[in-house]
């Protein structure tokens, strides 16, 4: 028990250091490509660098579902298993990137795009659709580490990755100032990151095998499943966040949109305190799952979940206390104070907190399709009460209605977790 705690303590420090170089990576980007190049050149390489996101999803979920098998197969000593997964999943994940590639190579050159005026600009755009394409083979290495015990190594080697691609970037933005060289910096980065990844889990793991003759196509249907359903979670998230945004701009027009997403923001600031918890324990629920042991399972979910709730209500009580100052200080008062919407906010990150537990407990064990979906319709529904609350009460309607859909979703999965449990639920995935 003192070692599975002391690799969760390892897993929330490299989660924690992963949060940090995200906030540093937002707080460095915008006055560095400011300086270099101008409100207006910087506002196009926003929209540039924003096409090759959509490529991220070129995996279907597959590589996280397959991670959770993997994790599981050789907790209980099945290393045939775990390389059928894991070498069904690579030889899915190449041709997926190789049939995108090409896609985006002839989207680049060949399409003409009234947007994309240079050569430059192209170049820019191509190495970007690279870099995101690579970025899903280091999603696969990270899940050897993974499904080893080496949740912290493989965090922080991905940390690191991410922090050389942006440290690419920047050479690229002071060297030479072009699209192409940012771009083609950070995936110089990545790509030298990518291999030394890779070497580096073949070395660590000698279970997972990086070839081919494993693969199967009828392992990759099995695990469609599981990964399309984690397709649904960026769904629902695109319909809490854009779409609630694109709603209420029409509702209640743009200055009503940034006094919501500012409280919202940083009402969810406690969520990721949770987070990083919660998402510490993923591999120890998946070995548990795997070597059988359900009543440690279960020990440790209890303790875990208690724990994410005290999380998720100290951090809210701090903003709670605090939030008034901080919001004058964040948006030098520019945003003005409301208690009730503060408020309101606080109670919601506090309840999306509170469940992340079980939520993860779910997601690592691939028993998430049925929170999935239901966060699907928890999205659509708090949009169609926003539309209705919105008249009366404002910006403060779409925050109950967040509040609403959250306190639904988080009993939902609650539920959810304790009926996988009573019925032997997690044994399917042995």
């Known amino acids: 028990m003192n070692s599975r705690w ?36 910087y506002g196009f390489w926003l929209v540039i660098s924003a096409i090759p996101s959509y490529f991220s999803m070129a995996d279907i979920g597959l590589v996280t579902a397959a991670g959770n098998e993997m994790t599981i197969s050789l907790a209980r000593g099945d290393r045939v298993a775990a390389n059928i997964v894991f070498q069904s999943a690579l030889v899915f994940v190449l041709l997926s990137c190789a049939f995108l590639l090409v896609i985006g190579m002839i989207g680049t050159f060949v399409i003409p795009w009234s947007n994309l005026t240079n050569f430059d600009q192209r170049v820019g755009l191509a190495a970007l659709i690279l870099s995101v394409l690579l970025s899903l083979l280091g999603g696969l290495s990270e899940a050897v580490y993974k499904s080893s015990g080496r949740y912290a190594l493989g965090t922080n080697l991905s940390n690191l990755v991410r922090l050389g691609e942006w440290t690419g970037n920047v050479l690229g933005l002071i060297s030479f100032g072009t699209f192409a060289a940012v771009a ?86 406690s969520v990721q305190a949770t987070s990083i918890f919660s998402h510490a324990l993923w591999v120890e629920f998946g070995q548990s799952v795997g070597s059988n042991d359900l009543t440690g399972l279960k020990r440790l979910y209890d303790r875990a979940a208690l724990w994410g709730v005290l999380i998720a209500i100290v951090s809210s009580a701090f903003l709670y206390l605090f939030g008034h100052t901080l919001l004058d200080r964040w948006t030098h008062r520019v945003i003005e104070f409301r208690p009730t919407l503060m408020t309101i906010m606080i109670l919601y990150a506090a309840v999306s907190g509170s469940w992340h537990v079980p939520r993860v407990l779910l997601m690592s064990t691939n028993q998430h399709m049925a929170i999935a979906w239901w966060s699907i319709c928890a999205g659509v529904g708090s949009l169609g009460i926003t539309a209705i609350l919105s008249s009366r009460w404002n910006i403060e309607g779409g925050a109950i209605a967040l509040l609403t859909s959250e306190i639904a979703t988080a009993a939902f999965g609650t539920v959810l977790v304790q009926t996988v449990f009573k019925t032997n639920g997690l044994r399917a995935t042995i």
């Open 6 to 41: 002391n690799r969760v303590v390892a897993a929330m420090s490299a989660n924690a250091i992963g949060q940090a170089i995200s906030i540093g990576i937002q707080l460095g980007t915008i006055p560095l490509f400011l300086r270099y190049w101008g409100g207006q050149k």
């Open 184 to 269: 083609i910096g950070g995936l110089s980065f990545r790509l030298v990151g990518l291999i030394a990844t890779v070497l580096s889990s073949r070395s660590c793991n000698q279970s997972i095998r990086w070839r081919f003759e494993h693969a199967s196509g009828r392992e990759v249907r099995r695990l469609l499943k599981p990964a399309l359903a984690f397709m649904a979670f960026p769904i629902a998230n695109a319909l809490s966040l854009q779409g609630m945004t694109i709603l209420i701009a029409s509702l209640l027009g743009a200055g009503a949109v940034a006094i919501f997403n500012t409280y919202r923001t940083l009402a969810r600031a």
